[in-house]
């Protein structure tokens, strides 16, 4: 569903930060990707989803759905970022002047779509009850999941995670990451989490270094992933 061809990103000439990547993803796969700070992880995740370019190649770098990514004009790639993918990341974090049902109601208010599934996805994050309150009333446990539910709940086949329980105590990001991966295993979608935290990655079905010579299989399958398929 997505695939990655000799993707490069350079900001400093003749220092890249990225040099020809090449993996593809598969619908409904969970993949983690781990890798030293610093090693263009989160340029990884801009570049897939179309929110940074990448550095010119013969064949296009990013395909998703056979669609290539970087020969979109800017409103293109808006309305394929709105309708295929989902964020659960800082730079999209739940908007703090909206209800809870209104930030999870905005993916498909964006995309025309029927806002009657905000509840259902917040009943699914375990909020039921509280879509009329505001971010401001909530845990930093309790906002991931409005972001979870915010990033799923217009059906999108692409999810992008970066550090999706960073700043949380190792009990909640335990529980956050089930329920992602519960959610995703629902839904269908192929998710890529990037993270530093080990116990996250044991989610995934899969887990990737990122290092300066590309993207390599940390494990095959994870353990935990496995256990709960
Ligand atoms: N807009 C930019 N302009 C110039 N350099 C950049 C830009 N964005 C990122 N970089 C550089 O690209 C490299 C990779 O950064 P990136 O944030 O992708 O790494 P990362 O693996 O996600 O790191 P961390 O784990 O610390 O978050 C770094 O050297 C960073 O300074």
Redesign the pocket.
Known sequence: MLVLRNLS?T??PGHP?LANLNWEFKAGEFVAIM??????????L?LIAGL?QPDTTSTPPVMLDGVAMTALDDDAATRLRRQKMGFIFQAFHVLPHLTLHQNVALPLLLNGMSRERANEMLDAVGLRGRADDYPHQLSGGQLQRVAIARALVHRPGLVLA??PTGNLDPETAHSILMLLRNEIKASGACTIM?T?SHAAAEMADLTLI?TKSGLQVAKSVNPIAQEKQ
Do not use: Q, R
Request: net charge negative; hydrophobic share 25%.
């Open positions: 990103k900001y400093t930060v890798g030293e700070s610093g090693v263009g992880k989160s340029t990884l801009n940074d970066d550090e990037v530093h990122l």
